[in-house]
């Protein structure tokens, strides 16, 4: 069986952390889901980037080359030698026809449009935004049953969670036994829905 493109890849990270601080090849995600951006034509030979108006998957780079492997935002595709614009972000489940049609970033653009729908799906059905100020999403750290890790993908109504001390992601419910970071050491813990919709009542 083959590996989902997303789960051969390291946890996605938050737009806005620092590249040197992230793995090499890790998505970028942005509000939750992963990002998209053009060629930053500043680091061509010629600033004239022609017909190349190509969105490409974001990825943090360890390894663009220039000088010894600079750090920044690469595209998934080619993150050695394709450096983004970080000043023109968009969701990668967006803009269709503008995506690159490479292998690296083909497989991420079918990642998105698939985490969107899952996303927005469990987004309306446990109102966790609403109910509990958490939005659910990629790169969102968790706890399940007391054991914290990061949101990697989605399976249907299902996220899909690398826990830290486990290589494997599991399988988690939205809400069973579910805390989600919500700010810098601040934790919810989430509770389920009943069958008519309605919050399960504590306790």
């Known amino acids: 069986m083959t590996t989902p ?3 051969r890849r390291p946890a996605p990270r938050p737009l806005g952390t620092d590249p040197a601080h992230a793995e090499h090849g890790a998505p ?6 992963l990002a998209m951006a ?3 034509a500043s680091f061509l030979r010629s600033p004239s980037i022609g017909g190349d108006t190509q969105l490409h998957v974001a990825v943090f780079t360890q390894q663009y080359a220039v000088g010894s492997g600079m750090v920044g935002i690469a595209a998934a595709c080619d993150p050695v030698r394709i450096l983004l614009d970080e000043g023109l972000f968009f969701g990668a489940h967006e803009l269709p026809k503008s995506r690159c049609r490479r292998p690296g970033c083909r ?3 079918e990642a998105a ?7 927005e799906h469990m987004r309306a059905y446990y109102g ?3 109910r509990h100020g958490v939005r659910l999403g990629l790169a ?6 007391g054991r914290p ?9 299902h996220l899909l969670v690398r826990l830290d001390d486990e290589p494997r992601p599991v399988r988690c419910h939205v809400t069973h036994a579910m805390e989600y970071e919500t700010g810098p050491g601040e934790w919810a813990a989430v509770a389920p829905i009943t069958h008519d919709g309605a919050p399960a009542p504590a306790g």
């Open 5 to 7: 493109p997303m789960l």
């Open 28 to 33: 970028v995600a942005r509000r939750g889901e």
């Open 38 to 40: 053009p060629r930053d």
């Open 107 to 109: 497989t991420l653009f």
């Open 113 to 119: 449009d698939r985490q969107h729908d899952d996303l």
């Open 128 to 130: 966790l935004q609403e």
């Open 140 to 145: 969102v750290r968790v706890r399940r049953h």
């Open 149 to 157: 890790g990061t949101v990697v993908d989605t399976a249907g109504r």
